[in-house]
């Protein structure tokens, strides 16, 4: 949003590592004619040691004076940390922020780094449930975050389809002879039911235990070639049918992988490594384990066949001498804690330039999120809950306009998306959440209907004016600064977007883009209010007041979609 002017200033201080993002608009910026925009940079601890040469510095630079009229370099005062003031030409400033694709991107200085995201990964048994809500979601907007700043990005789903457990998932398949019409049309519930029947009949009978892990054992073994290519059918099936809900919540995958490619006859090798590195060591009854903090954590069983953690080493493996990554993000709940410390110690001992790639981000669980009746096994009910409520709602809204052209099952669908997909994204990832229908339909509070509301008002007024050729008008400070208090409140927040996105990426964190959003539409709506369009006389002013408006919808819609939202035009 102020690309040109970051850009200018960057050039001049080649020095400094990712000024360009960490330039501020200061939050309590005094908003009135006389004051100038600025950008400041505020020191940060780490060069603490060169301070006083940094500073000096900046001092003897030459600003390009199209963007920069002026810099002031303020010391460090106490605990205030030292910082550099931009004031900027408040002209070019507003051209930045308000016209629309007048400069030409920036070349990201992270195009080289490789930032892989492990986000998702369901089990095919299991149902696609809640738990993997927050997962899906949370990895979708790390990933747009890290693409939207031009880093190399992999976005990568590991789906469990390994270990003891699905040879009972085979057996219950074979017990309800299950028809190849019956998977196809409903893969993931038909597996979760065998899986149920089998768990239930092998517990009562010890011979139907024995084979299920007969089974298991063929299908790792590769010795039963049937079982072999209706597993196979099953994987496609399943995905098939994740990718109808992935779709929903505006999430794709680069890559999907199966935990069964590192199954024991394909990491023969990993394990002669982690043998050779003095890693793995035998116990009396025959099992292999790594020691962790202390923890002695096993890998492989008395029986030879490999655990979880042994299967994940090879995953890493592979996928460094695949991808070349420079990061390796795994968006995994907080229970998993111990499972990645294990990884993560395990592969640097083996390797050390694994050390800081790694990184597992953590979240909380999501409590009370479940149908106006109670079920909460699968995440489509829930989903499709959202969407009947939202439906409802609009049926008895006195406001609901009736429009032919308009697909309510769509637009229905995509409120209670957004509804269900903000509320958890506000959240800060690590704390668990109480999830409220209540509170995330809401249209007044901070909720993805307000985003939507907010995007389809800009929509409809812009659709307004379309014979008013904005590309030909030129944005002028002076006015902004004539006008009532709230136009410059959007200037300031729309100046505040690729900090914002910034902040996001580094703290990991979604929630810090979903409040810049909800701020973004208060200070939207408050000027919406006190800067009329249509009753406007004045037709500079009324243009004005259009290509403000504009640039919101256009830093509002980006926002929106980094989140993985789909904004709407009409609802």
Not at 465 to 482: G, M
């Amino acid at each position: 949003m102020t690309s040109g002017i970051r850009r200018a200033i960057c050039e001049q201080l080649p020095q400094l590592k990712n000024i360009y993002y960490a330039l501020e608009v200061p939050s309590k910026v005094q908003q009135n004619a006389a004051t100038r925009p600025l950008l400041q940079w505020i020191l940060p601890a780490d060069v603490a040691q060169h301070e006083h040469e940094l500073l000096e510095s900046v001092k003897s630079q030459q600003f390009d004076t199209t963007f920069v009229e002026e810099v002031r370099v303020v010391p460090r005062m106490g605990r205030e940390a030292a910082k550099v003031e931009f004031k900027l030409q408040p002209d070019a400033f507003t051209a930045h922020l308000l016209q629309a694709d007048t400069f030409s991107p920036v070349v990201s200085p992270f195009h080289e780094e490789h930032v892989v995201v492990e986000y998702s990964s369901p089990n095919i048994a299991k149902p696609f449930h809640v738990g993997h809500l927050r997962s899906t979601i949370i990895g979708n907007v790390l990933a747009n975050l890290h693409q939207h700043l031009g880093y190399r990005t992999t976005r990568l789903n590991y789906l469990g389809d390994w270990g003891t457990q699905f040879g009972l998932l085979a057996l219950g398949v074979q017990m309800g002879s299950v028809s190849d019409t019956q998977m196809r049309e409903a893969p993931i519930e038909t597996l979760y039911n065998a899986y149920v029947m089998a768990n239930k009949v092998a517990a009562e009978d010890p011979k139907l235990a024995q084979r299920a892990r007969e089974l298991f054992t063929a299908l790792e073994a590769d010795t039963d070639l049937t079982m072999s290519s209706e597993w196979q059918k099953y994987r496609k099936y399943t995905i098939d049918e994740l990718t109808g809900v992935y779709d929903r919540l505006g999430v794709h995958f680069d890559s999907y992988e199966w935990e069964s490619q590192y199954s024991q006859r394909d990491i023969g090798d990993v394990l002669a490594q982690l043998r050779s590195a003095g890693l793995l060591q035998r116990e009396h009854d025959g099992r292999e384990i790594v020691v962790v903090d202390q923890r002695r954590v096993p890998v492989i069983k008395s029986d030879g066949s490999t655990l979880y953690l042994a299967r994940d080493i090879a995953a890493l493996l592979e996928r460094q001498k695949r991808l070349q990554f420079t990061r390796m993000l795994y968006v995994v709940d907080n229970g998993q804690t111990d499972h990645f410390n294990a990884l993560f110690s395990t592969a640097t001992a083996l390797d050390e330039s694994f050390k800081d790639k790694l990184q597992h981000v953590k979240f909380g669980r999501i409590h009370g999120m479940s149908t106006r009746q109670g079920k909460a096994i699968f995440l489509r009910d829930v989903l499709n809950e959202a969407r009947d409520v939202m439906r409802e709602k609009r049926c008895n809204s006195a406001t609901t306009k009736v429009n032919s052209k308009l697909n309510d099952e769509h637009v229905c669908d995509i409120l209670g998306v957004s509804a269900v997909l903000v509320n958890v994204l506000k959240q800060r990832r690590q704390r668990d959440h109480e999830f409220s229908w209540q509170q995330a339909l809401q249209v007044n509070g901070d909720t993805g209907i307000k985003l939507q509301y907010t995007h389809c008002r800009l929509h409809n007024l812009l659709e307004s004016f379309r014979h008013i050729e904005l590309a030909e008008i030129k944005p002028s400070w002076q006015h902004l600064t004539e006008e009532p208090s709230d136009a410059l409140a959007v200037v300031y927040e729309l100046a505040r977007f690729d900090q914002c996105v910034w902040q996001a990426k580094e703290q990991l964190e979604a929630h810090v883009l979903v409040n810049y959003l909800f701020g973004l539409c208060n200070a939207t709506s408050r000027a919406l209010k006190r800067l009329p369009v249509k009753q406007e006389k004045c037709p500079d002013k009324q243009s004005q007041r259009l290509l403000l408006f504009r640039a919101a919808k256009r830093t509002l819609q980006q926002g929106m979609q980094l989140l993985g939202l789909k904004p709407l035009n009409q609802m």
